[in-house]
């Protein structure tokens, strides 16, 4: 690889967003899988594509702001409808989830043919949030990211303890007096978070592999739960990065599917 490539500022903001994506993903992915939520992240990634579309209309553009806090909400808002159809009803957990990804998704297809469908230069890449398109990622966007996975990855550091124990023994964790509803809510929130954060890059569709392939990864290698996120944390670092340097090395391969293939 040339020197002049790697000095490319395109590639270190793409690289940089892909190494943090692997590191979010791949903390909260490794929770996610020892709790047996790696559905969740599908379903989460599925539901961001109508809020993607509802935050272009409020917006009245391609903001991305805008786009990326209705993928947010969107995201929450499925993960609260789950829960209710699972404990209001005679439908298991698997089967919701399966339910509220797919209906979540057809929402959000019919939303994006329909802005489609109104014509303008406004709406142009908008379906590019279904499989990602690294190449438009701007620095600004990299600023973006930055705080917010900083966030995540302080907001588990602080309940590591509490965290840990409701995933393996939430009966105890309940017996010592831990809201155990409210850190299932917290790990919630941060899988969507990171689910937000990788829409712009990886995509709706393959968003749930940055979750559960380093944390599938990294469980072969461990049982313990710190080398376990450790492990997480790099393959799916090391991942992103290698994804971003194929894609810009190759011509016409997105970095996305590169990066879930490393």
Request: one cysteine or more.
């Amino acid at each position: 690889m040339s020197m002049s490539l790697l000095a490319d500022p395109a590639l270190q903001t793409v690289a940089l967003g892909a190494i943090l994506l692997g590191l979010v993903g791949g903390v909260v992915g490794a929770f996610a899988l020892l709790r047996g939520q790696s559905l969740l992240g599908d379903a989460l990634s599925h539901a961001a594509l109508p809020g993607i579309c509802a935050g272009f209309l409020i917006a009245g553009g391609r903001q991305i702001e805008a786009l990326l806090a209705g993928a947010l909400v969107a995201g929450v808002l499925a993960a609260g409808l789950v829960v209710v159809i699972s404990r209001r009803s005679r439908i298991r957990m698997d089967a919701a989830l399966g339910i509220v990804l797919s209906v979540s998704f057809a929402v959000g297809l019919v939303l994006l043919t329909r802005i489609q469908a109104t014509g303008g230069a406004a709406q142009a890449g908008l379906e590019s949030f279904l499989f990602g398109q690294a190449a438009a990622m701007l620095r600004r966007d990299l600023w973006l990211m930055m705080p917010v996975a900083l966030a995540v990855l302080g907001v588990v550091l602080a309940l590591w303890k509490e965290f840990k124990l409701v995933t393996f023994d939430p009966g105890f964790a309940r017996a010592l007096g831990l809201p155990v509803m409210a850190l299932d809510l917290a790990l919630t929130a941060l899988i969507a978070v990171a689910i937000v954060l990788g829409l712009q890059m990886v995509g709706v569709v393959l968003m749930t592999a940055m979750l559960v392939a380093p944390a599938a990864a990294a469980r072969q290698w461990t049982r313990r739960l710190g080398p376990m996120v450790i492990l997480s944390a790099g393959f799916g670092a090391v991942a992103g990065l290698a994804g971003a340097i194929v894609s810009a090395t190759a011509r016409g391969l997105s970095t996305g599917p590169l990066i879930v293939l490393a």
